[in-house]
């Protein structure tokens, strides 16, 4: 008897070695506020347990795509494309539809069906595509995501973290066609079917205003479009039944900008609104940094051609210090802000010879 218990007791620790992802993936929730400019955590919890993000995939999916391709290439919709399972913007096997307006289906619709023809055009095959989604996130530093499809699609080894995801929607945000397409709440498409997409994303939508505005029956071309201009001005929704409710949004007020992400979450609107508003009246810009030189010693100094402006609490700021790091050659230079042992941010700067 106690031999057999010992063998059920050894199955189920290599049952738990071999899909650690599992236990995560199912009933787990997680959120993160962050800086949306320097990437900084100013909220959390749970924030890196890997969870499946449901649709939140088509962040990366969209910027992976624009970094691969040309918006005005055309895609010829495949059988596999058109018939892809889930959320759709209803394409039709054979009909020719530009990189761009895929992309507004994408984020705007959520349509897995553009995901995937997305995919096959931009990187020879599906599995291709999750290739290079995977790669780019390596680039991008998210270590506790791992992509299997392009439209967040339930598998067990498709998951990220609240972190890792709200990283994600930042990088693709410095890109301009991707925060131009993920700020837009209404788009007239080119497709077959011609339909005006509304963005599902409740929060640009209430935030621009702008929904009472556009006449549905009037022919409108396809770059009749309405971006959000409230507080909250990009984001994307995602559901499944595993991952339950998931939400990026990115909001800004006043030159500040934060970037929420909640992981199964049932009320996360209302979350979401709350830890904006508890940055807002938190945190302030504060210039830690003016542009200008530094001389760091008789010989040597420093340049900044921007000023390091920071989001920090009241204390924070009394308590920011800066570390200045320079190679042996003295080429190279790197500044970094403390508060107490965390580094909130660092940026290279010009090295120069010191005025005297």
């Known amino acids: 008897m106690l031999r057999l218990v010992r063998l059920m007791v050894l199955m189920l620790l290599v049952g738990f070695l071999i899909f650690p992802e599992n236990g995560l993936a199912r009933g787990g929730s997680g959120h993160v506020v962050l800086d949306g400019d320097t990437g900084r955590v100013l909220n959390g919890v749970n924030s890196d347990a890997r969870l499946p993000i449901a649709s939140l ?57 553009a995901a995937t023809a997305l995919a096959e055009h931009v990187g020879g095959s599906v599995e291709g595509f999750v290739r290079l989604m995977n790669e780019r996130a390596m680039i991008a530093g998210l270590t506790n995501t791992v992509f299997m499809n392009p439209s967040g699609l339930h598998h067990d080894q498709h998951l990220s973290s609240a972190r890792d995801t709200a990283e994600m929607l930042r990088v693709a945000l410095q890109n301009k066609s991707f925060e131009k397409i993920a700020s837009t709440v209404l788009y007239r498409a080119n497709t077959v079917n011609g339909m005006l997409w509304e963005n599902k994303h409740r929060l640009l939508r209430e935030g621009s205003g702008v ?64 830890l904006a508003n508890s940055v807002w009246q938190n945190y302030n810009i504060e210039t830690v940094v003016k542009k200008g030189k530094y001389n ?37 230079a790197v500044l970094s802000i403390f508060i107490g042992e965390e580094r909130i941010y660092a940026t290279p700067v010009i090295v120069e010879s010191a005025d005297r």
């Open 211 to 274: 929904a009472s505005e556009i006449n549905d029956e009037a022919e409108q071309p396809v770059s009749s479009l309405k971006s959000a201009t409230g507080t909250a001005f990009a984001g994307k929704t995602g559901f499944t039944k595993v991952a339950g409710r998931t939400l990026a949004t990115a909001f800004q007020k006043d030159g500040q900008t934060c970037i929420v992400v909640t992981l199964n979450e049932s009320d996360d609107w209302n979350v979401h609104l709350g």
């Open 57 to 113: 995939t088509k962040i990366w999916t969209a910027l992976v795509a624009i970094e691969n391709s040309d918006l005005q290439e055309e895609v010829v919709i495949s059988p596999n494309a058109a018939m892809a399972e889930g959320s759709s913007i209803y394409l039709q096997a054979g009909e020719t539809v530009t990189v761009e307006t895929l992309l507004y289906g994408l984020m705007l619709r959520s349509g897995n069906d």
């Open 296 to 332: 760091v010693n008789d010989k040597l100094a420093i340049r900044l051609e921007q000023p390091i402006r920071l989001q920090l609490k009241k204390e924070e700021k009394e308590a920011v210090r800066q570390v200045l790091q320079v190679s042996r050659k003295r080429k190279e």
